[in-house]
Structure formats: structure tokens, C-alpha cells
């Protein structure tokens, strides 16, 4: 497959770029509302190119561990990360759930002030994937939308909260 598919969501939030810059970057405020439904625990999170965002999602007795590691940081316009499931150790694996699921994703978050309020977009790429690999993160992009929807939707309570 030449063109790869690319997940793309965009939201404008009724806050100043520093406080959405904050939701994304403060860990307290991130492991609120990534992962909605769930709780998430943040065990490491240096915002630097080379530094690593260690993440667990917990329902029950269940448990989903990310690494996403730093590409590039410019403070307040955009993030870039690669996202992988990983086993217990922190090793990039195949997501349990989903095993045809691409083992990393290429994250970009931008940030971008428009009077007032904070247009954020997200866009996701597989990497160095696999053809199955690349077809199931295509069939479940439709899907997408409601899980970064919901967690949005937190964004914009905790926005209100910081403004009040």
C-alpha cells in the first residue's frame, strides 16, 4: 500500500492557547481526560524530544499499556510523538486487544491561536506497517472519533474549570 491512511480530528476549544497547551502537557490534567471511561495512569511523562510518556488504562481487572515517545516539542504550537502498545516491561508490542493493530503510529498535535479560542488538530499515521496492519487501523478509523470525541469533551470541562 503506497498511501497510507491518515486519522485526522480537529477541534476548536473556547479557551487561550496556554490553558489547552496545559490540559495536553500538565500529567494531573492529562490523565483525566486521555483514555475517557477509564482510569489512566500516567508513570512517566517528560515533555522533551527523546523523553517518553508511559501510559496504563484500567478497567477492572483489565489494563492497556502505550509508550509514546517524543519527537518533537515546541511549546504551545505542536507535539509530535510515536504511540505503541507495550508489554509489561515498557516494550513496544503487539496491542492484545487488536493484534493487526499498527505496533506504532505516527502522532502529530498542533496548536494554534484564532482570537481567543485554541484550535487543536490531531493526526495519526501508521509506521513501518504491515499491509493487515495498515488495513485494520483504516477499517477502525470511523471509530476513532468517539473515543478522542469523548476525551475532548473532558478537555472542554477542565477548560471551564481553569477559567472559572
Known amino acids: 500500500m503506497a498511501d497510507l491512511p491518515e486519522y485526522v480530528i480537529d477541534r476548536v476549544f473556547d479557551a487561550p492557547l496556554p490553558l489547552v497547551w496545559r490540559a495536553w502537557t500538565d500529567p494531573e490534567l492529562l490523565s483525566r481526560w486521555y483514555g475517557p471511561g477509564v482510569e489512566t495512569i500516567i508513570h512517566e511523562y517528560d515533555l522533551k524530544p527523546g523523553g517518553v510518556w508511559r501510559n496504563e488504562m484500567k478497567w477492572g481487572e483489565n489494563s492497556d499499556l502505550s509508550k509514546m515517545a517524543f519527537v518533537e516539542v515546541?511549546?504551545?504550537?505542536k507535539i509530535v510523538w510515536h504511540?505503541?502498545?507495550?508489554d509489561k516491561d515498557w516494550n513496544i508490542a503487539t496491542n492484545p486487544m487488536m493484534p493487526d493493530w499498527?505496533?506504532?503510529l505516527l502522532t502529530v498535535v498542533t496548536f494554534e491561536e484564532q482570537a481567543g479560542k485554541t484550535r487543536v488538530r490531531l493526526?495519526?499515521?501508521p509506521?513501518?506497517?504491515s499491509d493487515a496492519?495498515?488495513?485494520c487501523f483504516a477499517n477502525m478509523m470511523a471509530g476513532m472519533d468517539?473515543?478522542?470525541g469523548s476525551g475532548f469533551e473532558i478537555i472542554e470541562e477542565i477548560l471551564g474549570e481553569l477559567q472559572d
Open 123 to 125: 493526526s495519526q499515521t
Open 146 to 148: 468517539k473515543g478522542w
Open 74 to 77: 515546541v511549546p504551545e504550537k
Open 127 to 129: 509506521m513501518d506497517a
Open 83 to 86: 504511540h505503541s502498545s507495550t
Open 102 to 104: 499498527p505496533k506504532v
Open 133 to 135: 496492519e495498515i488495513a
